[in-house]
């Protein structure tokens, strides 16, 4: 098994930045991508980035390309989202998720967080 506990997130003004960060502990060698999630209010659950843990592939959803970046560290287990430039429309709560296989923006990832809240005020 593996257990993905999220940090960071909070309360930001629109144009401002936050990063949340993810640590894998357990079976973490079963791992081969990293990402991150959403969920808004009254929202299905929508990719938003993720990262394979060898090599330089990464996956951006369109609508936060170019504002937020993934990013990793392998001694660490640890995946962080970098977000810049948020916007209201960004608020959610945003999930880690890890999976095994290729790098995809399906849902269908095995392991999941607990979730951490980002509000983005206008």
């Known amino acids: 098994q593996v257990q993905l506990v999220e940090s960071g997130g909070g309360l930001e003004q629109a144009g401002g930045s936050l990063r949340v960060s993810c640590a894998a502990s357990?079976?973490?060698?079963?791992?081969?991508?990293m990402g991150w999630f959403r969920q808004a209010p009254g929202k299905e659950r929508e990719f938003v980035a993720g990262?394979?843990?060898?090599?330089?592939?990464?996956l951006y959803a369109n609508s936060v390309k170019g504002r937020f970046t993934i990013s990793r560290d392998n001694a660490k287990n640890t995946v962080y989202l970098q977000m810049s430039n948020l916007q209201p429309q960004d608020t959610a709560i945003y999930y880690c998720?890890?999976?095994?296989?290729?790098?995809?923006?399906?849902?269908?990832?095995?392991?999941w967080g607990q979730g951490t809240q980002v509000t983005v005020s206008s």
């Open positions: 357990g079976r973490t060698s079963s791992i081969d991508n």
């Open positions: 998720a890890a999976r095994r296989g290729v790098l995809t923006s399906l849902t269908r990832w095995k392991y």
């Open positions: 990262i394979a843990m060898s090599g330089s592939n990464t």
